[in-house]
């Protein structure tokens, strides 16, 4: 899956280059990105609804699919093991 649009977040530059690969806390690996007009590094989540986000995209994805196939939040919150909350935001 790709997260990145290609453009520096900051000035817009296409002049990026991927700088070096980190794992969160989850184990899911993530690209560090540096744009060398604008001088800055950024994630590949930068400014994205995920930014934050500690759980794997995997799972984000496989509980919105439940979602949207009519499983209740109930449901999804046992099947997957997310509170509510998580569902939420």
């Not at 899956?1 to 899911?28: D, H, V, W």
């Not at 500690?54 to 997310?82: C, D, F, H, S, W």
Request: proline share 7%; aromatic share 8%.
């Amino acid at each position: 899956m790709t997260l990145f649009p290609g453009r520096c977040p900051s000035c817009n530059g296409k002049s990026i280059e991927a700088q070096r690969t980190y794992t969160i806390q989850c184990g899911e690996p993530r690209t560090l990105y540096y744009c060398a007009p604008g001088a800055r590094s950024f994630s590949e989540t930068r400014h994205t609804p995920i930014a934050q986000l500690k759980t794997p995209i995997a799972l984000v994805v496989q509980v919105l699919a439940a979602l949207t196939e009519g499983v209740g939040i109930n449901a999804a919150t046992r099947l997957y093991g997310v509170s509510k909350n998580s569902i939420y935001r």
